[in-house]
């Protein structure tokens, strides 16, 4: 099945009380039964609710798994997974990631005796040598934010799996339409759908995807027991969202190629970080494994102190200063005050994030105008 017929027709039936054609919003916290035990497949509504499976069928089939789950973000997904691990483990990152799964390792998981190694990805040894016998998971971005680094999965997942450890891929800043982790070798594939899946900067929502029955149950169980599960309204937008995912991640990729190479011809910027150009380092990894480079940029100016960097952040007009990425409407964003503030300083510049770098997720507004937009900005 094409992607387009994919993702309009993923894990929706007509409802069959109705012959509604969208998903009702099954707006209800418990479910009548016949008898003890006995019911309709449906208890209570943090363990099932009818709009949330038919949104964790179609995370499944948008992500070629076998299996979907919803979470409440895509931290309480991200969340979820590390609780899969026991003290003593050890979790190989990597070293560029968003600030938030970053503070949820550092500053929450690192207190229950779980160790996080972080390295460069995008070379497949340092993880090979970051292996030891308590290596039990290996967490991937790619692209990664904010730098868009591209990290080869099916290299890495031949270490995962030699290591006997888990592959996790936060695969948000590609989404389903340019990149299917699972298909690579991961074990697990996160999205923040709040991004891309929900497309439309109204909704917070987290998904898991996974092939292993297994590994579902524990995840399931997780999901049930500590109880970070979207509500029916949530799930009903982002269904919603998903059924246009291909059109707006089309022009997504149009627009961000179009802006990136624009960028890169200004007299007035000092390097663009995206992973279309064919001489980034990551080109070739990405024009293996994605269908396109998507519509996440960052760059500096030649002129890198804050006041420059701040000067085009709070002038452009269409471009709206913000924190999040992947709506139709196009978001400026500075990762070093906003995204990534978590990180300390010492780590962000070590690992290429310089205080100036500004981050933009790319509308599907017209091109043109978000060009003028920046111009007017950069000055």
């Given at each position: 099945?094409?992607?387009?017929?994919?993702?309009?027709?993923?894990?929706?039936?007509?409802?069959?009380?109705?012959?509604?054609?969208?998903?009702?919003?099954?707006?209800?916290?418990?479910?009548?039964?016949?008898?003890?035990?006995?019911?309709?497949?449906?208890?209570?509504?943090?363990?099932?609710?009818?709009?949330?499976?038919?949104?964790?069928?179609?995370?499944?089939?948008?992500?070629?798994?076998?299996?979907?789950?919803?979470?409440?973000?895509?931290?309480?997904?991200?969340?979820?997974?590390?609780?899969?691990?026991?003290?003593?483990?050890?979790?190989?990152?990597?070293?560029?990631?968003?600030?938030?799964?970053?503070?949820?390792?550092?500053?929450?998981?690192?207190?229950?005796?779980?160790?996080?190694?972080?390295?460069d990805t995008t070379n497949a040894a340092n993880v090979q040598a970051a292996v030891t016998?308590?290596?039990?998971?290996?967490?991937?971005?790619?692209?990664?934010?904010?730098?868009?680094?591209?990290?080869?999965?099916?290299?890495?997942?031949?270490?995962?799996?030699?290591?006997?450890?888990?592959?996790?891929?936060?695969?948000?800043?590609?989404s389903p339409y340019l990149q299917n982790p699972l298909d690579q070798g991961a074990d697990?594939?996160?999205?923040?759908?709040?991004?891309?899946?929900?497309?439309?900067?109204?909704?917070?929502?987290?998904?898991?995807?996974?092939?292993?029955?297994?590994?579902?149950?524990?995840?399931?169980?997780?999901?049930?027991?500590?109880?970070?599960?979207?509500?029916?309204?949530?799930?009903?937008?982002?269904?919603?969202?998903?059924?246009?995912?291909?059109?707006?991640?089309?022009?997504?990729?149009?627009?961000?190629?179009?802006?990136?190479?624009?960028?890169?011809?200004?007299?007035?910027?000092?390097?663009?970080?995206?992973?279309?150009?064919?001489?980034?380092?990551?080109?070739?990894?990405?024009?293996?494994?994605?269908?396109?480079?998507?519509?996440?940029?960052?760059?500096?100016?030649?002129?890198?102190?804050?006041?420059?960097?701040n000067q085009v952040l709070t002038g452009t007009h269409l471009f709206s200063l913000a924190?999040?990425?992947?709506?139709?409407?196009?978001?400026?964003?500075?990762?070093?005050?906003?995204?990534?503030?978590?990180?300390?300083?010492?780590?962000?510049?070590?690992?290429?994030?310089?205080?100036?770098?500004?981050?933009?997720?790319?509308?599907?507004?017209?091109?043109?105008?978000?060009?003028?937009?920046?111009?007017?900005?950069?000055?």
């Amino acid at each position: 099945m094409k992607l387009a017929t994919k993702f309009i027709h993923a894990g929706t039936e007509p409802d069959p009380s109705t012959g509604a054609i969208m998903t009702p919003i099954f707006q209800t916290s418990t479910y009548v039964q016949e008898a003890p035990g006995k019911n309709k497949g449906y208890e209570y509504a943090r363990s099932q609710n009818p709009t949330r499976k038919a949104l964790e069928d179609a995370y499944a089939i948008i992500e070629n798994a076998k299996f979907g789950l919803a979470f409440g973000s895509g931290v309480a997904a991200t969340d979820s997974v590390i609780k899969l691990l026991n003290p003593g483990d050890e979790v190989i990152a990597a070293n560029d990631m968003y600030g938030g799964s970053y503070r949820l390792f550092t500053k929450v998981w690192e207190r229950y005796g779980i160790t996080f190694i972080y390295v460069d990805t995008t070379n497949a040894a340092n993880v090979q040598a970051a292996v030891t016998a308590n290596t039990k998971m290996i967490w991937l971005e790619t692209p990664t934010n904010p730098l868009m680094n591209i990290t080869d999965i099916a290299a890495i997942a031949v270490i995962s799996k030699a290591a006997h450890a888990l592959l996790c891929v936060d695969n948000t800043f590609a989404s389903p339409y340019l990149q299917n982790p699972l298909d690579q070798g991961a074990d697990i594939v996160m999205h923040s759908a709040t991004k891309y899946l929900g497309g439309h900067s109204d909704v917070i929502q987290g998904a898991l995807m996974m092939n292993d029955p297994e590994l579902r149950e524990k995840l399931y169980f997780i999901q049930k027991s500590c109880g970070a599960v979207p509500g029916p309204m949530d799930c009903f937008l982002v269904l919603r969202g998903i059924k246009t995912l291909h059109v707006r991640m089309k022009q997504h990729c149009e627009n961000g190629e179009k802006i990136a190479h624009w960028l890169r011809n200004h007299a007035k910027i000092g390097k663009v970080y995206w992973p279309g150009f064919e001489d980034n380092a990551g080109y070739a990894v990405a024009k293996k494994q994605m269908r396109g480079f998507g519509g996440m940029i960052s760059f500096v100016l030649k002129d890198e102190s804050i006041e420059a960097a701040n000067q085009v952040l709070t002038g452009t007009h269409l471009f709206s200063l913000a924190e999040s990425l992947g709506g139709v409407e196009s978001l400026i964003n500075h990762p070093a005050s906003m995204t990534h503030a978590s990180i300390p300083r010492e780590e962000r510049i070590k690992n290429g994030l310089a205080d100036g770098l500004i981050r933009l997720s790319v509308g599907i507004e017209d091109a043109d105008d978000l060009i003028e937009d920046l111009k007017q900005a950069i000055g």
